[in-house]
């Protein structure tokens, strides 16, 4: 240890930062082999500190060590003398993973031999200063020097950075001269052009269905995956990705890609059909349909179908329907069934080649991270054949067996499980198999098959990241690359498909589709467009890290949709009777209600006025308070639409003192006194149903035991859905189908439930409208 701190030292680096690098052991492993390495070049005495700096850098940077003797030997040859060099000598055997190195091309790439004379400086930066003078002049020390300092790098690629911007500094200097007190004032900020509110909207009609909107960044969901904005690999430079393993056969398995791809992008969706997506599936459909869309690329719909005892054709229907819905078409779908006898072949070539075996270990056993070594980890080959042939003719009970992989996943867990044995008929195909492959094994392999070029996947699977890896270079297969990013998960509810099931089974909601629950079959039975949730999933952004969201960004976003597409109508919930008792008894007239008041270009129906309407009870108090802007019997209100002003009578009871009904007089709103406020009204209405949703839980995070200590089926919100049988809608709604979205004016977005029938409609709250505190 004190041999290598010394050595460290010997090559410039301080006392302190050569004890911080012992501590990192793959650093100073590195560091020391390639200090060892520059010194059979140069001698022990012939590295000096510039030399030390850049074998400090090459030994952080590197990630493949097999190249750390080469470029040690540049380092001490004096071809690599800058960090620049040094970055572009990285590049170059990151983008060149195989042997041999082009001497020639690697020299060329990295500046080697290029000398910058003072004079080419010079040249080079007058030329520079010359093309800019006017402004220079103009604008003298507010210039944006970065300008003419961008400009001579690329002139002068290989040139010292520090020499550049001292000639830069010096020809400006001569130009205009020292600073003066002007140059020193500081510049004022420009004032930014006010832009009127209907530019900033994203119009309804330039929104895609697939996401295409602007985020909360001003990025949207197709700019933030497009080309380079992610930093992903290019289709068939896979190695250049980190972490990525390349073979002797990587680059030939790539070019082969390469010519059945064209290069073309092609990622995947891969959901298990024994549940229904959630919102956080609706992340992973956008991300992996959106990032193939935004690089004119192709997207699979797989089924990962391995485990037929939990897979219903119901879920099946159910995922297609919702990735439709939020508006993306599959390019192909597929099943992991569908290569079933290749993985079984791939299986047994995997045994022939001394990477799998079987195993008698029982299930229990294998459980954990602290798995004991498998005691027929080395048994032959051949005898690994022969029982696995057996474990396919059903010659083996449930949990007998296994085949294992030989190797170690990145979280320490050892030899996963390939196959095992399950006696439930599979719904695709039949009886023919009782041995199934795991996701450990399948997913890679399906990837391959398809010639996957990003697999996109969430943070949990990073752990198996290389695994994934191994199994395809252990088959020398073609290699996709594994991305990871993060999950999206909400606050107030829960979105595992097991709490899910126990919610249904205990009775808590009514099915998967409930609409307190956070699934999108859920979700659309609320009324949330589609539009909203890809807005969403935006705004959210393309994150690495793990994002926990509060429920409203989401329901924000259903109303900036809903707001621009829902029609409006007047509903009552509550409904107060209210005779005019200065009208005719049998008088009736049409009022035209505009669908949308801020733009009745977009249609207007009409609606019933009569003697007798209804209006909410909440918009009459018998009794006058501060504030109360409606209707009392000393204050009149306006009605909405209707041209009218209405002013209180009588106020009649029922025998336990409860308000009944209002007989008032009305007058056009053209002659009457300004009322404080018009309230929405139904006239010989439609009966309805009217559903109000609210949290399923009380707090944020029900699963966490240290929120909800008895668990989060002791967290549900007791009133988090009220049924209002007697609400009254007006008749413009009468033709709605299931699904239909309006916005019952003062009240709320609402959709038509698929529980309607022609004599009942029932109306689902979406969202409430935006909460107005100053409105009473």
């Known amino acids: 240890m004190a041999d290598t701190l010394t050595l460290f030292i010997s090559i410039g680096l301080s006392e302190q930062k050569a004890k911080e690098t012992l501590k990192n052991e793959a650093l100073s492993s590195a560091l020391k082999d390639a200090i060892t390495q520059a010194q059979r070049v140069n001698g022990s005495s012939g590295l000096d500190?510039?030399?030390?700096?850049?074998?400090?850098?090459?030994?952080?940077?590197?990630?493949?060590?097999?190249?750390?003797?080469f470029l040690s030997d540049c380092i001490a040859q004096r071809k690599i003398c800058t960090e620049l060099q040094l970055a572009a000598a990285l590049d170059f055997v990151k983008s060149h993973p195989q042997d041999p190195i082009s001497q020639k091309a690697f020299d060329e790439a990295c500046g080697v031999g290029v000398v910058i004379t003072p004079e080419q400086i010079e040249d080079a930066v007058e030329s520079i200063i010359k093309k800019h003078k006017e402004q220079l002049l103009k604008e003298r020390y507010r210039f944006n020097m970065g300008l003419l300092m961008g400009?001579?790098?690329?002139?002068?690629?290989?040139?010292?950075?520090?020499?550049?911007?001292?000639e830069v500094d010096m020809q400006v200097l001569h130009l205009l001269g020292p600073k003066t007190e002007a140059d020193l004032e500081k510049k004022p900020k420009p004032q930014k052009a006010k832009v009127a509110e209907n530019d900033v909207k994203v119009k309804k009609e330039d929104v895609a269905a697939n996401g295409d909107v602007t985020s909360g960044e001003g990025?949207?969901?197709?700019?933030?995956?497009?080309?380079?904005?992610?930093?992903?690999?290019?289709?068939?430079?896979?190695?250049?990705?980190?972490?990525?393993?390349?073979?002797?056969?990587?680059?030939?398995?790539?070019?082969?890609?390469?010519?059945?791809?064209?290069?073309?992008?092609?990622?995947?969706?891969?959901?298990?059909?024994?549940?229904?997506?959630?919102?956080?599936?609706?992340?992973?459909?956008?991300?992996n349909f959106g990032y193939a869309k935004a690089n004119d690329g192709i997207c699979f719909l797989r089924y990962d179908d391995t485990n037929p005892e939990k897979e219903e054709e119901k879920y099946f229907t159910a995922i297609k329907d919702m990735v439709e819905w939020l508006g993306y078409k599959p390019y192909a779908v597929t099943h992991a069934s569908d290569h079933f006898q290749k993985l079984y072949d791939l299986a047994v070539d995997l045994i022939r080649r001394g990477h799998a075996y079987v195993c008698h270990q029982k299930g229990e056993e294998l459980k954990g991270h602290n798995v004991p070594p498998s005691p027929w980890r080395d048994r032959p080959v051949e005898e690994s054949l022969v029982l696995f042939e057996r474990m396919k003719k059903g010659m083996f009970a449930e949990g007998e067996v296994t085949l294992r992989m030989k190797m170690v996943m990145e979280d320490g867990k050892m030899d996963p499980v390939a196959y095992r044995i399950k006696y439930t008929p599979h719904h695709r195909t039949g009886d023919e198999w009782c041995i199934y492959p795991t996701y450990?094994?399948?997913?890679?392999?399906?990837?391959?098959?398809?010639?996957?070029t990003h697999s996109l996947c969430t943070k949990e699977?990073?752990?198996?990241?290389?695994?994934?890896?191994?199994?395809?270079?252990?088959?020398?297969?073609?290699?996709?690359?594994?991305?990871?990013?993060?999950?999206?998960?909400?606050?107030?509810?829960?979105?595992?498909?097991?709490?899910?099931?126990?919610?249904?089974?205990?009775?808590?909601?009514?099915?998967?589709?409930?609409p307190r629950l956070f699934t999108l079959t859920a979700l659309r039975r609320r009324g949330f467009p589609p539009e909203a949730i890809n807005n969403f999933c935006a705004r959210v952004g393309v994150t690495v890290s793990q994002t926990t969201t509060e429920p409203h960004l989401l329901e924000s976003c259903v109303r900036d949709v809903l707001n621009d597409s829902a029609p409006r109508v007047m509903a009552v919930l509550e409904p107060l009777r209210v005779t005019i008792t200065n009208l005719p008894r049998d008088s009736k007239s049409d009022v035209r209600v505009p669908n949308f008041p801020a733009d009745e270009a977009k249609g207007s129906h009409t609606v019933p006025f009569t003697p007798t309407i209804f209006i909410e009870q909440s918009?009459?108090?018998?009794?006058?308070?501060?504030?109360?802007?409606?209707?009392?019997?000393?204050?009149?209100?306006?009605?909405?639409?209707?041209?009218?002003?209405?002013?209180?009578?009588?106020?009649?009871?029922?025998?336990?003192?409860?308000?009944?009904?209002?007989?008032?007089?009305?007058?056009?709103?053209?002659?009457?006194?300004?009322?404080k406020a018009f309230i929405h009204w139904v006239s010989q209405p439609l009966v309805c149903e009217v559903r109000l949703y609210e949290r399923l839980f009380l707090h944020k995070h029900p699963e966490d035991p240290s929120e909800v200590p008895n668990g989060f089926l002791s967290d549900i919100n007791p009133n988090s859905l009220q049924e209002i049988s007697g609400a009254l809608v007006d008749t413009s709604v009468k033709g709605a189908k299931v699904f239909d979205k309006f916005q019952f004016e003062r009240v709320g977005y609402f959709s038509l439930d698929p529980d309607s029938t022609a004599d009942k409609l029932i109306f689902n709250r979406t969202v409430t409208l935006k909460e107005d505190p100053g409105k009473i």
Not at 477 to 485: F, G, R
């Open 151 to 166: 400009e001579a790098r690329s002139a002068l690629k290989w040139a010292d950075g520090k020499v550049i911007k001292n």
């Open 619 to 675: 918009d009459f108090r018998e009794v006058m308070e501060k504030g109360y802007k409606r209707l009392t019997p000393e204050q009149h209100v306006g009605l909405r639409h209707a041209g009218y002003v209405i002013s209180v009578q009588k106020v009649i009871k029922d025998s336990q003192g409860n308000v009944v009904e209002l007989e008032v007089t009305c007058c056009s709103s053209e002659t009457a006194e300004k009322p």
């Open 219 to 287: 990025k949207s969901l197709m700019e933030q995956l497009r080309g380079e904005a992610l930093k992903f690999h290019k289709p068939g430079e896979n190695y250049k990705t980190e972490g990525y393993v390349v073979t002797p056969n990587t680059m030939e398995l790539l070019k082969k890609h390469l010519e059945l791809t064209g290069g073309q992008i092609r990622t995947r969706f891969p959901p298990e059909p024994n549940g229904i997506l959630h919102i956080g599936h609706a992340k992973a459909i956008n991300f």
């Open 461 to 514: 699977f990073q752990a198996r990241r290389s695994s994934y890896y191994w199994l395809c270079n252990a088959l020398d297969l073609y290699c996709p690359v594994q991305w990871e990013y993060g999950r999206l998960n909400l606050t107030y509810t829960v979105v595992s498909k097991r709490k899910i099931i126990k919610l249904v089974e205990t009775g808590v909601v009514r099915d998967w589709d409930d």
């Open 440 to 452: 450990d094994y399948t997913h890679c392999l399906c990837d391959s098959i398809e010639e996957i």
């Open 49 to 69: 500190k510039a030399m030390g700096t850049l074998l400090y850098s090459l030994a952080s940077r590197l990630k493949d060590n097999k190249r750390l003797a």
